[in-house]
């Protein structure tokens, strides 16, 4: 059965701390995705990787970044936490056109 | 930039209701679209998809979906909702991304409360 796992469900974290988010997908897919989910304004992408070592950013990367150094593996990090970045983020694969398959999201608050 | 519109942010439906949720896309090109339900405490997960062909695509649970290229559209329904069906609902499509690849975007979602 398919499967992303996110390392942690819940996570709090000081102001100005660097967060380190990871996810991993044992289904072998190119593309990895991370999305933040927010009430209201639904899911925005962070960043995506479409390979190895390959990233692009999404609608809203400011103040993250991204490292994809194995294919299954795909960390999103919060260089200087801050409050406004208290959200639930979501990590997803997919391959090629297929639909994504979702982690069960790691719920973030910043102190 | 592809954009989502989700007009219900919230629903509420008796039992047996029929249920039509309505998605709306901006792209005119080639798309694929996707319905995803997230039930309380649960990842998302697939409801359907459409990609090419019948326009009108059935997924799990009983719904389905019509893609309706001249409106832009791709509205979900269901003839009688569960209970069980609460949950909220995001329709996503697929835009091409500055370096050639795929990438999902979502619309804001819906909240769909079944009283019994």
């Known amino acids: 059965d398919v499967k992303v796992t996110q390392s942690s469900r819940y996570l709090v974290k000081r102001t100005g701390e660097k967060v380190f988010l990871e996810c991993v997908q044992d289904m072998d897919h190119e593309n990895m995705f991370w999305y933040r989910q927010d009430p209201g304004l639904g899911l925005r992408l962070i960043y995506f990787?479409?390979?190895?070592?390959?990233?692009e950013k999404g609608d809203i990367p400011e103040g993250y970044s991204v490292s994809r150094e194995k294919k299954e593996r795909f960390s999103l990090i919060l260089e200087s936490a801050s409050t406004n970045q208290t959200s639930m983020y979501l990590c997803?694969?997919?391959?090629?056109?297929?639909?994504?398959?979702f982690g069960q999201g790691t719920r973030l608050t910043v102190v | 930039a592809q954009s989502v519109s989700q007009h219900n942010h919230h629903v509420i439906l008796s039992e047996a209701a029929s249920l039509e949720l309505g998605c709306n896309y901006s792209y005119g090109g080639t798309v694929n679209l996707f319905w995803y339900v997230q039930y309380p405490g649960q990842h998302l997960q697939l409801l359907l998809k459409y990609f090419s062909g019948d326009p009108l695509v059935k997924g799990i649970k009983g719904f389905e979906a019509e893609f309706i290229k001249s409106k832009f559209s791709f509205n979900l329904r269901k003839p009688s909702v569960q209970w069980s069906d609460t949950a909220e609902y995001f329709c996503?499509?697929?835009?091409?991304?500055?370096?050639?690849?795929?990438?999902?975007?979502f619309g804001t979602g819906t909240r769909l409360l079944v009283s019994p």
């Open positions: 990787s479409y390979d190895v070592k390959m990233k």
């Open positions: 997803a694969s997919s391959q090629g056109l297929a639909e994504a398959f």
């Open positions: 996503a499509v697929n835009e091409l991304g500055n370096t050639g690849f795929q990438k999902l975007v």
